[in-house]
């Protein structure tokens, strides 16, 4: 470790009294003073970068503003080509000097090359010298871009690192609207003040690809000013970098045996292609409704925008719903938003269609993100993680090149109904195919991820949202770890419980294990109500009356809001994980399926009672059952746990009870189960920024006790 990374460490990671106020992580990251100067470089050049990509694609159409569609739509796929290029041909190359190079020096000189080429590209105006630059750009950024990304991992300490990685992406992303908006701003006000279209474009476009320019300069400026701060020797390596290509004819070999990861990749990739194909083709799109130069920063802006929000707010949105039945359902959305795009003539309502393309591609990101994070073996994470960033990122690239070209190609036709005439342009129908794309991967993915007997219909999700809208204020835990244990054995539950808990423990969690019915004065009341002493096992008030299903669902409802008010949330609260045996799948299936009451309106009460809390992760314990009320169906009870984990197979795993040893050494815990906590441990880590717990041993358990593989995603 260089001596400033062990200054860093000390500023970034200072030690704290126990029982103290967690630091701040990203307070703790502002206080390194380099990462200050780097973050504030990242800002500025990602602004830059996103106004130079707007400047050139614009440049593009504006020198062939009198040829023909096609010609323009082909001088914008070229723009994009030239950016992919490189890594095609030098990808392989690059990576293999950038690791035997001063990171610093490869930086500093790359950064002044590319100030040079953009400002030439400014000064000369000309398309053929455009391409020629840019190519000359993204080769030279071949080299810099890991040099900048290992520098970044250099500076910071290791338990900051995943806070400063959210920082750099928020930064490069959360520039894209602001972008946008700045050469929107640009155009406009150059053409109030200089008049004439041409003109202000070209203006608008000179001053975009300055700042662009200059941003590059002030990147160079600041890591030679700040060399001595930053380790220069790039540590070793196991082997070389590949480039995109190498990653994805790796990963094809990955997918051919993995059915599940296939249809999350298809469905990935499908998204982010129907946001390509608007984003190319946004430049005649928006020529199309006489919106002008300011229009397509505009809808540009709008799509990332809604990339963004989308996702923000993907895996907190229709909590009660299964991500897999969200994600599927987002991609056919984002075809449908297409499609209406498609006959848009008017600029306000396409740029609302513009917008909730990229916002349900980005829900279908984080969560098939997310999913596959749960498929992965950990050995195997990493790679599967690069192939699908490479695939988007070629895909993402592909379409925003292919679109301009393919809307050339089909041209304006009219199209006559009697005296109506229907004008369909080429951009329309660029956008009408790649709705239609959309909705065939909907469906393919619908039908290989949500297994069939819990697939979620869209009318479902629509009757979701207009009769309960308690939905869309449930969501997990958010702060600590809930999870609960599930099953119609109460005392091989209560044990698995316990081995869960001590699993946890030993990995340095702070754990709070809890029951149902709780602990509290009220638990106990309802405890000696739905559970009596003596024999048999139907439930009575204290004068021996048996207590009709319906008081018992309620009773059991009002002992979970006080239990989750007094005992569970001001757990979480303090960031612990909650181990709680039994949740509101207890009385769906005791009360519901065993007694015939509504089970949706057991789980609404609930929800209601809880404020919407869910749990992060429910484990069932498959068995059958050993004590029920009067009149219940043992099988049914059992079903009901069992349909509950197929309908929401990311939030569930079963593990067989007849397959767990009591007497095991290891105890009752899998490894299937163990890794489920360690994932979610990590990205619990990830969105808080503390220091994570070490990792549950995914091979201590016994083999004998297997989790069933269609009622998990581990």
Same mark, same amino acid.
């Given at each position: 470790m260089t001596e400033h990374h062990a200054r860093s460490s000390r500023a970034g990671g200072r030690s704290r009294a126990p029982g103290a106020r967690p630091d701040n992580a990203f307070l703790a990251l502002v206080r390194i003073p380099v990462f200050r100067r780097l973050w504030a470089t990242i800002t500025v050049s990602s602004l830059g970068d996103w106004l130079g990509l707007l400047a050139t694609t614009a440049m593009a159409q504006q020198l062939t503003r009198d040829e023909s569609l096609a010609v323009q739509g082909a001088? *914008? $796929?070229? %723009? @994009?080509? &030239?950016?992919?290029?490189?890594?095609?041909?030098?990808?392989? %190359?690059?990576?293999?000097?950038?690791?035997?190079?001063?990171r610093r020096t490869t930086v500093i000189v790359g950064e002044f090359l590319a100030f040079a080429l953009y400002l030439s590209i400014a000064a000369t105006y000309e398309l053929t010298w455009l391409y020629i630059a840019q190519f000359l750009v993204e080769a030279v950024g071949l080299f810099t871009n890991p040099a900048k990304q290992a520098m970044w991992v250099a500076i910071v300490p290791r338990e900051r690192l995943a806070v400063a990685n959210q920082v750099s992406l928020f930064s490069v992303y959360g520039a894209v609207p602001v972008a946008s908006l700045v050469f929107a701003l640009l155009s406009t006000a150059t053409r109030v003040f200089e008049g004439g279209e041409g003109d202000e474009a070209r203006t608008a476009i000179v001053v975009a690809l300055v700042?662009?320019? %200059? &941003?590059? /300069?002030? $990147?160079?400026?600041? =890591?030679? !000013?700040?060399?001595?701060? @930053?380790?220069? &020797?790039?540590?070793?390596?196991?082997?070389?970098?590949?480039?995109? !290509? $190498?990653?994805?004819?790796?990963?094809?070999?990955? /997918?051919?045996g993995q059915p599940l990861m296939r249809a999350l990749y298809v469905g990935v990739i499908g998204a982010f292609g129907a946001g390509g194909l608007t984003i190319g083709v946004a430049q005649l799109y928006v020529a199309t409704l006489q919106a002008g130069?300011?229009?397509?920063?505009?809808? !540009?802006?709008? %799509?990332?925008?809604?990339?963004? *929000?989308?996702?923000?707010?993907? +895996?907190?949105?229709?909590?009660?719903? +299964?991500?897999?039945? =969200? !994600?599927?359902?987002? @991609?056919?959305?984002?075809?449908?938003?297409l499609l209406a795009m498609s006959v848009l003539r008017d600029f306000v309502l396409a740029t609302g269609a513009a917008f909730l393309v990229g916002l349900f591609a980005g829900v279908c990101w984080i969560i098939g993100y997310t999913l596959i994070g749960f498929e992965v073996e950990d050995r195997l994470r990493g790679r599967v993680f690069a192939f699908v960033i490479s695939s988007v990122r070629i895909v993402l690239l592909l379409a925003v090149a292919i679109g301009p070209g393919l809307a050339g190609l089909l041209g304006t036709h009219d199209i006559r109904l009697g005296d109506l005439v229907l004008t369909v342009t080429g951009p329309g129908l660029t956008l009408l195919i790649g709705g239609l794309l959309a909705l065939v991967v909907s469906a393919y993915a619908t039908r290989q991820v949500v297994p069939g007997r819990s697939r979620t219909r869209f009318r479902d999700?629509?009757?979701?949202?207009?009769?309960?809208?308690?939905?869309?204020?449930? $969501?997990?835990?958010?702060?600590?770890?809930? @999870?609960?244990?599930?099953?119609?054995d109460r005392e091989l539950t209560r044990r698995y419980t316990a081995d869960l808990a001590q699993v946890l423990i030993d990995c340095g969690c702070p754990v709070e294990v809890t029951s149902e019915p709780s602990d509290t004065p009220l638990g106990w009341q309802v405890r000696g109500v739905l559970f009596p002493p003596g024999p048999g096992s139907a439930e009575a008030d204290d004068e021996g009356r048996k207590v009709g299903a319906h008081t018992a669902a309620l009773l059991a409802a009002a002992d979970r809001a006080q239990h989750v008010a007094t005992v569970i949330r001001p757990a979480l609260e303090r960031n612990q994980v909650v181990v709680n045996t039994h949740y509101v799948d207890t009385s769906i299936a005791f009360h519901g399926a065993g007694q015939g009451l509504d089970a949706d309106r057991i789980f609404r009460t609930s929800l209601w009672a809880t404020h919407g809390l869910l749990p992060d992760l429910t484990v069932v314990v498959d068995s059958p059952v050993t004590a029920a009320p009067a009149g219940a169906d043992p099988l049914a009870v059992r079903r009901a746990f069992l349909a509950q984990a197929e309908a929401a197979p990311d939030r569930y795993v079963v593990v067989p009870g007849e397959l767990l040893d009591p007497h095991d050494e290891h105890g009752l815990v899998s490894p299937v189960v163990r890794r489920r906590i360690s994932t979610l441990l990590a990205l619990r880590h990830a969105s808080t920024g503390d220091s994570p717990p070490a990792a549950p041993p995914v091979g201590a358990a016994s083999t004998g006790a297997r989790d069933r593989a269609g009622g998990s995603v581990g």
């Open positions: 001088a *914008i $796929s070229g %723009v @994009i080509l &030239t950016r992919l290029l490189p890594d095609l041909v030098l990808g392989p %190359v690059a990576g293999a000097l950038a690791d035997r190079l001063d700042f662009n320019a %200059v &941003t590059f /300069l002030v $990147s160079a400026c600041t =890591v030679l !000013f700040s060399r001595r701060l @930053i380790p220069g &020797t790039p540590p070793d390596r196991d082997g070389g970098q590949r480039n995109v !290509f $190498s990653l994805v004819v790796e990963g094809v070999s990955f /997918l051919r130069t300011a229009g397509y920063g505009v809808v !540009f802006g709008v %799509v990332f925008t809604g990339l963004a *929000i989308g996702m923000l707010v993907g +895996p907190r949105i229709l909590p009660t719903v +299964p991500r897999r039945s =969200v !994600f599927s359902h987002a @991609i056919g959305l984002a075809g449908l938003a999700v629509l009757r979701l949202l207009w009769g309960r809208s308690d939905l869309l204020s449930a $969501s997990a835990s958010g702060v600590g770890l809930f @999870i609960v244990v599930e099953g119609a």
